[in-house]
């Protein structure tokens, strides 16, 4: 079923739908033309097809307060009419078009192309083949056998090729289907709420079938579309289908249209499920994009040679779900800047390819002019037409030496390295808690220099209790008997929180016995009605008598009211409303107070600031969140206007204040001092109250008392950071962010507004890098600003952790720090492997040069390169990048962008060895046959057979490299190399399998390896010289790195090179394999739409006549707005900036592959 392309999928639908018409009062097609109106349109088109909503459900046989029966065979028949809520993913890539691509790779490619040359000479008898005076050193020990072998060499190469290819394509192919695998989980995990059988459940996104009545509630992400039935105050955010980033007011007479893909950003009630999977809205666009179509691809090569630079690999989710928004999951939301560490790779990986092509010319013309000089210089040899062939051979030999030191110059195992160390990182991080959406924020965290942290739920374990209470006049400290209090006070104060309350919270009893009651739905809520509870009341009688179909008007709980109330119709025809909020918030619109007897009294001001001074800043100051409750009644007549809020909501009676407690994380401060040593600074941005911020601020440890710190309030940073005319100014924020410590009462704006500011300052010499944590719909903008954005797994919304790169499953802060562990972990992998690597590179390109040179013959053969280059290599990276990461990594502080890859100590470790390993090489290559009592292996004639004295060096070479490899573990100059090595038990396996595959290639390797068996003895000496290099990785380790002035660092990321953004689409394309795999098939459906969408907007501007910068003007004002809280997850406005490079503002979506398709 999963290979179905969509329009399969869609005419078999049709099909089914003509049978099955009668069953139902209407069929998908109508359903399907009724979903693209929008607004009096649609609410035209409902009364005049089915009189009303109603109608419609009775049509789809389903009732709205009850639902669907849920019985299997009507669930099921319902599926086969209308489909399922499901998008056919795109096929994953073969096998073979994954080995198609790893042989794209350049340098494959010209070994590939020497490979056939030599193999094609070698079957080639000239006819001049036995002429004397053709080549000087063409006699000596060939005989007719060895001669026949000269094909081995070509062959080897090719089948080393093979290898390299297929190791590619399998990392490719794992990689892909973990990917895929992550990605069901995350599907798995997407439940929603709907109403069956009269009772509230929550089943998977995909089993949602059309008829179903779903709850939506702010913070969702509608899974299918459907009919706005009942509901309150409903706001969407509709920018990802329409691009307009105004919420759009729901409401069941004006605009009743529920579309997938979008956001509910306040508000919540009940919607008839109309379209789902391919019918929904969202499924039409995939569609239309051709989930399953193979002329996409067609397409897709056509528009990469028009335009150069990466054109979108349309290969939308590849999810299974409809518009459910965790496809966006992997939707590689590129930030501006490719994560440091590829920046740094992609210019050490130029620079080291530019230095492999210079030697490899420079040999091939040394070794070209020395034969020729020699040939018909010294020796005064004819050139003759029948020894051409054999002079075409010896060029040929030349070629595969040069191309084997450009094999070996460059580091092929570098992008193995980085993929390999970031796909184990990712899967271990998974145990601690880590899901990691993006790969490279994974390594970013490891450069972390700053930490913004929510409170609740992050750092405390979100379980509210209420602990203190202020009720008729008195301040408990515990909470109180019911009989303590007025019995109409006690009676208000129940149906004020049971009423103004989301009906989905909910206290229920515990799962095991002794263990706390759970607590289901919005945490403070729960707090609240457990404090129902403790006064020994039940909140379920009063909601049963006021079901909330009967709700008057809600006005739900927004980060602008800090409030919510709900309004009901008393029997008497007036009306009631309740609301509970933030207590200064609330009480300063009380202008009542229910006295101990239970009579309201006048409240004023002055009484407030009493009340303020003694009740609510000493709750504060014990840590605890401070809400008050109250009420309201109005006439029946006239009936107040509902809209103006600002009258509605003043004028309250306060029934109570109540203080609640919510207890810090028992592993958050010690989480928080690892942070701190770590040289990571962390932040609390909280909603609360500041004395009840600075309360949990100190118990956690981020401030401690005497210190030289700011904590501020959110209007109080607004007033520091803005200049007269109300604009925010970087040099004002500049002086704040390094002492806040605590934003107190701050909005998502702030919280955005400080990333940014940290992010962009430039009042340290590295720049900052930011991670952020967030779990509510407003944490959305501040998350995608951030360098590496947490979204909370539990508490946290569909939109937040859509916006994210790292899901913390467990909410728990310290999980944080696991995260900033593996980033170091993976950057000291990767450095690890380089500093192994490089010295393998260095010592084999002088080798293969000065020995090309002085004996035009290389010591080590191509067969022999590709085995120490390939294999080695290979397992290397695995060796190396697969150590665990331990404590000591957060001893140290953050590296920053400017930091070089390869540090002094590192450039000291490589060129140490090098010169050890040089040293022994050529001491074995010129004097090696009189210490070992062999032949000479040098000036062997063409296809000679394998020296003992070659394969001593060959041996010797690699045992070096082995022994290096324990060397390498360290990077720090760290003396004991040995440390821990029993914890990785992939790096013991590695080396000791690569020693017995040393072993036998030098003992059966024979021709194609070039060796030839060799004794006991000479063994031991190999091993031997092998096992110096662990001694002499001591005696580096002696010389203090500072007195090395001279060494050059290498990989530095300059200030300047933050990459612009028109390089860093070609560099990608170049270079960065690690990169372009990582994304393949994880762009956003959207990217398509907005393709369209901006192609469609740029039209009409042209047709309005309007300028098209003017249009330009218009996207990026919209995007600008991030201040405005409601551009949430948008990525919608595509950057077309980048077409006309105008320096517009661009959102971090669309300009990690800008669409370069400009104008249409």
């Known amino acids: 079923m999963g290979d179905m392309t969509n329009s399969d999928f869609y005419s078999k639908n049709q099909r089914n739908e003509a049978n099955h018409a009668g069953e139902f009062g209407c069929t998908m097609e109508e359903l399907r033309s009724l979903m693209e109106l929008r607004g009096t349109e649609a609410v035209v088109k409902i009364k005049e097809t089915y009189g009303d909503t109603e109608g419609i459900c009775r049509r789809l046989k389903t009732s709205p307060v009850e639902g669907l029966p849920g019985t299997a065979p009507d669930l099921e028949k319902r599926k086969q009419i209308f489909g399922q809520n499901f998008i056919p993913p795109k096929k994953p890539k073969t096998f073979l078009q994954l080995v198609w691509e790893a042989l794209q790779d350049v340098t494959l490619i010209i070994l590939e192309i020497a490979a056939i040359i030599s193999l094609g000479l070698s079957f080639y008898h000239p006819p001049g083949e036995g002429n004397e005076g053709c080549a000087t050193a063409q006699a000596g020990a060939e005989d007719e056998g060895e001669a026949e072998a000269g094909w081995i060499e070509g062959a080897a190469i090719l089948l080393s090729v093979i290898c390299v290819v297929l190791v590619t394509a399998f990392n490719d192919w794992s990689k892909e289907k973990q990917f895929r695998g992550l990605q069901s989980r995350i599907e798995q995990e997407q439940k929603f709420t709907v109403v069956r059988g009269a009772q509230v459940i929550q089943i998977p996104v995909a089993e949602i079938v059309v008829g179903d009545i779903a709850q939506v509630k702010y913070g969702d992400l509608l899974p299918a579309d459907g009919i706005f039935i009942q509901g309150n105050d409903l706001k969407i955010d509709e920018s990802s289908l329409t691009g307009e980033s105004d919420q759009v007011r729901k409401s069941v007479d004006k605009d009743p249209m529920l579309l997938s893909g979008t956001h509910v950003m306040e508000g919540s009630g009940r919607m008839l499920v109309t379209a789902v999977g391919v019918n929904s809205q969202t499924g039409i666009i995939f569609t239309l994009l051709g989930a399953g179509g193979e002329e996409e691809e067609k397409k897709d090569k056509k528009a990469k040679q028009q335009d150069g630079a990466a054109a979108m690999e349309m290969q939308p989710l590849k999810s299974a779900e409809g518009g459910d928004g965790d496809d966006k999951k992997k939707a590689n939301m590129h930030k501006k800047e490719k994560s440091v560490l590829q920046g740094k790779l992609t210019k050490l990986a130029v620079q080291i390819g530019k230095a492999g092509l210079v030697m490899s010319a420079i040999t091939v013309i040394i070794l070209v002019l020395y034969f020729t000089v020699d040939t018909f210089v010294v020796n005064k040899k004819p050139w003759m037409p029948e020894c051409t062939p054999v002079y075409v051979q010896y060029f040929v030999k030349f070629f595969i030496i040069g191309v084997t030191v450009l094999v070996v110059a460059v580091p092929e195992g570098l992008p193995l390295a980085v993929t390999i160390s970031l796909a184990y990182s990712v899967k271990k991080m998974m145990k601690d808690n880590n899901l990691v959406r993006h790969l490279d924020a994974c390594e970013t965290m490891g450069n972390a220099t700053a930490i913004c942290s929510d409170k609740t739920g992050t750092l405390t374990t979100n379980r509210m209790t209420v602990v203190q209470a202020y009720i008729g006049d008195v301040h408990y400290k515990e909470i109180p008997e019911a009989s303590a209090i007025n019995s109409q006070t006690l009676e208000l104060l129940v149906n004020a929180i049971a009423i103004n309350s989301a009906y989905t919270t909910k206290i229920l009893p515990p799962e095991k016995e ?26 379920e009688p009063v909601r049963s008598q006021m079901p909330e179909e009967k709700l008057y008007k809600v006005y739900t709980f927004n980060s602008v009211r800090k409030s919510m109330s709900t309004v009901i119709k008393m029997p008497d025809e007036s009306f009631r409303m309740y609301s509970k909020g933030a207590s200064e918030i609330v009480l300063k619109k009380c202008c009542k107070i229910l006295s101990a007897a239970g009579e309201a009294r006048v409240f004023r001001p002055r009484d407030r600031d009493e009340m303020v001074k003694k009740v609510i800043e000493p709750m504060a100051c014990d840590g605890l969140r401070t809400i008050c409750v109250a009420y309201r009644d109005f006439p029946s007549s006239p009936e107040p206007d509902w809209e103006n809020e600002n009258d509605i909501l003043n004028d309250l009676t306060c029934i109570c204040v109540v203080g609640i407690e919510d207890p810090v994380r028992p ?29 949990i601020a100190i118990k956690c440890g981020i401030i401690h008392p005497g210190e030289d710190f700011l904590c501020l309030e959110g209007k109080e940073f607004n007033r520091r950071i803005r200049n007269e005319k109300g604009e925010i100014e970087q040099e004002r924020i500049d002086k704040i962010w390094p002492k806040l410590r605590v934003l107190a009462r701050s909005s998502p704006t702030d919280k955005h507004t400080l990333v940014k500011g940290i992010i962009d300052s430039t009042h340290t010499e ?10 509510g719909t407003n944490d959305g903008p501040a998350l995608k600003k951030a360098d590496v954005g947490f979204a909370m797994g539990i508490a946290g919304t569909d939109v937040a952790k859509e916006a994210s790169d790292i899901i913390l499953t467990d909410d728990n802060f310290s ?11 993976v950057y000291d992998s990767i450095s690890k492997f380089l500093q192994f690597q490089l010295t393998v590179n260095v010592v084999a390109v002088i080798v293969a040069f000065t020995g090309a ?24 990276s695995l060796a190396l990048a697969t150590e665990p990461p331990t404590e000591s990594l957060l001893l140290r502080k953050p590296y920053g962008r400017n930091k070089p890859l390869i540090s002094r100590t590192m450039m000291k470790n490589i060129l140490g060895h090098a010169v050890y390993q040089l040293t022994l090489i050529f001491t074995l290559l010129f004097v090696g046959e009189k210490m070992f009592m062999i032949d000479s292996g040098r000036n062997a004639p063409l296809h000679s057979p394998p020296s003992e004295h070659y394969t001593i060096i060959f041996n010797t070479f690699v045992m070096m490299q082995l022994f290096n490899e324990i060397n390498a ?36 390797g024979g021709k194609p390896f070039s060796c030839s068996p060799l004794q006991l003895d000479q063994w031991m000496w190999c091993i031997f010289i092998g096992l110096g290099e662990l001694v002499w990785g001591q005696v580096i380790a002696t010389i203090p790195t500072s007195r090395l002035k001279f060494l050059k660092e290498a990989g530095r990321l300059t200030q300047k090179e933050e990459i612009p953004e028109e390089e860093l689409n070609e560099d990608v394309e170049e270079i960065d394999h690690a990169e372009r795999e990582l994304r393949r098939g994880q762009i956003l459906w959207f990217r398509g739409l907005n393709r369209i969408q901006t192609q469609i907007e740029v039209v009409n501007t042209f047709k309005s006549g309007a300028s098209f910068q003017g249009a330009l003007r218009r996207q990026s004002s919209v995007t600008s707005q991030s201040q405005d809280v409601t551009n949430l997850s948008s990525p919608s406005h595509v950057s077309l900036s980048n077409v006309l490079s105008s320096p517009t503002s661009t959102p971090p979506a669309a300009a990690g592959h800008p669409c370069r398709e400009g104008i249409p």
């Open 514 to 539: 002794g263990a706390l009651p759970r607590q289901v739905g919005n945490k403070t809520e729960c707090g609240l009605l457990g404090f129902v509870l403790d006064l020994k009341q039940d909140y």
């Open 667 to 695: 592993e958050v401060p010690e989480a928080i001092r690892k942070c701190q040593r770590a040289g990571i600074t962390v932040r609390m941005v909280t909603g609360d109250n500041i004395n009840t911020a600075r309360a």
């Open 766 to 775: 590295q720049r900052q890098v930011v991670a952020v944590t967030g779990d």
């Open 815 to 825: 999980s944080i720090v696991k995260a900033v562990m593996w980033g170091r972990n």
């Open 853 to 876: 040179c002085i004996t035009q013959d290389s010591p080590l053969k191509a067969v022999q390169m590709l085995w120490v280059n390939l294999i080695m290599d290979t397992f290397a």
């Open 969 to 1004: 573990r360290k990077i720090h100059g760290e003396r004991n190399v040995f440390d821990g090595i029993f914890r990785n038990p992939i790096f013991c396996t590695i080396v000791l399998g690569t020693f017995a595959i040393q072993i036998v290639i030098v003992q059966f």
